[in-house]
T-cell receptor
Framework: NAGVTQTPKFQVLKTGQSMTLQCAQD?????MYWYRQDPGMGLRLIYY???????DKGEVPNGYNVSRLNKREFSLRLESAAPSQTSVYFC?????????????FGQGTRLTVV | GNSVTQMEGPVTLSEEAFLTINCTYT??????LFWYVQYPGEGLQLLLK?????DKGSNKGFEATYRKETTSFHLEKGSVQVSDSAVYFC???????????FGQGTTLQVKP
């Protein structure tokens, strides 16, 4: 009954450090997404992957890279972290068909960049 | 571009009070509309959705009707409980791609 699993749950980085946020889903979904959540701004799409082997930029992609490793896994990488990237990051997945676009979310990763 | 605007929070209500959280949207075409709920320390969960004009989504006593003429999707519940305390997000999917555009979220606190 795992759904969407994100690791780690919490992370503190120093400015300039790099890290990768991991996400895996066990629902055989085609599409996966990375969002960031900031106070007063809702969630904003960073990158998404409509299917295995494809990735595309969302609303706020600068400073991030992604990899769709296989159908299950979609990772988000910060190459050189900046304080502006302090946020809560959510991974989500959906079946990716026009008839069913319900998104399922992970529990989030709270990242602080100092 | 597409956007979603929600009423400012926080909203504080007594148990059994009536709840309305306003949501309006701007979008081309006919987007699907969603309400997601985020309980403390958790990810977002789909609460309800509507995919075409005049559709009513409902779940757990919550309802919202897709009003194209007023570009609105207001969330209502007749009698809130303490367990409804959470952050509520209105969202749209303009191209049925699963890429969601969210409102800023409204925090609801229900007091016993």
């Amino acid at each position: 009954n795992a759904g969407v699993t994100q690791t780690p749950k919490f992370q503190v980085l120093k400015t300039g450090q790099s890290m990768t946020l991991q996400c895996a889903q066990d629902m055989n979904h085609n599409s996966m997404y990375w969002y960031r959540q900031d106070p007063g701004m809702g969630l904003r799409l960073i990158y998404y992957s409509a299917s295995e082997g494809t990735t595309d930029k969302g609303e706020v992609p600068n400073g991030y890279n992604v990899s769709r490793l296989n159908k299950r896994e979609f990772s988000l990488r910060l190459e050189s972290a900046a304080p502006s990237q302090t946020s809560v990051y959510f991974c989500a997945s959906s079946a990716g068909t026009t008839a069913n676009t319900e998104a399922f979310f992970g529990q989030g990763t709270r990242l602080t960049v100092v | 571009g597409n956007s979603v605007t929600q009423m400012e929070g926080p909203v504080t209500l007594s148990e059994e009070a009536f709840l309305t959280i306003n949501c309006t949207y701007t979008a081309t075409g006919y987007p699907s509309l969603f309400w997601y709920v985020q309980y403390p320390g958790e990810g977002l969960q789909l609460l309800l959705k509507a995919t075409k004009a005049d559709d009513k989504g409902s779940n757990k006593g919550f309802e919202a009707t897709y009003r194209k003429e007023t570009t609105s999707f207001h969330l209502e519940k007749g009698s809130v409980q303490v367990s409804d305390s959470a952050v509520y997000f209105c969202a749209l999917d303009s191209g049925n791609t699963g890429k969601l555009i969210f409102g800023q979220g409204t925090t609801l606190q229900v007091k016993p």
